[in-house]
């Protein structure tokens, strides 16, 4: 082994983060691998690298016998003492092998190990980047769009990750070398093979924004309740303080709508609701159904978790909504099947 093969280890181990240790051990298990061939698989093969004097030293340990029956394993004493002079049967021989013999194939074998070995370990460390940053959320730069399917491939940190076109929010129009926020929903697979399944229309992410935003989610005094989204068009959030003198609902909106303002940006204009979470499910139910005005609210008794609202003839649509969506998103919000009905019983058909 010459002192390129010890310099490039100490490189690897610098910039790419990979321990030498790990890089010898693999290096002397693959070279004994090799080595063993020649001697039809026997385990007599034993391979030692002393990285600070900089020498690997390859050897057979063979059984000393008085009648050889495998040539493989074991030497007759009267060869062992070609060796070793005091050596007796039944003693371990180690003879070192000589370069020439197994040179080229631990050369090779060491260059292969250690491409595998900086492929295995960045797999490893990519593993440990997606679990630290599982049901987070993180900025990721745009590397490339695919134009059939429309998926994109990521830069997270020094991993890359796909964002299927299902992912991404309707009508978003993602730009290679632009950065954008993403929710690391889950993360599978193995050090082997680490796959992140991220997302831009998963709840999780207006959850994290606003948590980013405002001060008073991430110290705890205000709690996100709940989260019902139409990735692109609305999202309702359900807030609690637990603090009687701190407003959830306006520590989200901000001063003169500015955090929920920078939030509405981040998810390019998306519209958001914030209401305020109730232990009381017909207050609940109302507050989930703005902008609309709520007469009221009954609820079943079948504990079913169904209710009727009544609304102001005037506001039936804007309580369901267009396509149904307000009403969709409250149910979604609070858990509850809401029917909605004007107040004067009639429908405008």
Known sequence: MNNEFFEAVKMLEKERGIPSEYLYEKIQNAIVTAVKREYNGKDVVFCDIDPEKQTMKVYLRKLVVEEVTCEDSEISLEEAQTYKKRIKVGDYLEIKLDPKKFGRIAAQTAKHVMRQGIKDVERGQTMQEFQSKNQEL?????????????????????????????????????????????????????????????SRTHPGLVRRLFETEVPEIYDGTVEIKSVSREAGSRTKIAVHSTDENVDAVGACIGPRGARVGKVVDLLGGEKIDIVKYSEDACEFIAAALAPADVISVEVAEDGSKTCLVK???????????????????????????????????????
């Open 311 to 349: 609304v102001p003839d005037t506001q039936l649509s804007l309580a369901i909504g267009n396509k149904g969506q307000n009403v969709r998103l409250a149910a979604k919000l609070t858990g509850w099947k809401i029917d909605i009905h004007p107040e004067s019983g009639f429908y405008e058909g």
């Open 138 to 198: 993180v900025t990721a730069k745009v590397v490339s769009v695919d134009p059939k399917t429309g998926n994109a491939i990521l830069e997270i940190g020094r991993a890359e990750a796909t964002l299927p076109k299902s992912e991404q929010v309707p009508g978003e129009v993602l730009v290679e070398g632009s950065l954008i926020k993403i929710y690391i929903v889950d993360v599978k697979g193995s050090d082997r093979d680490p796959r992140a399944m991220i």
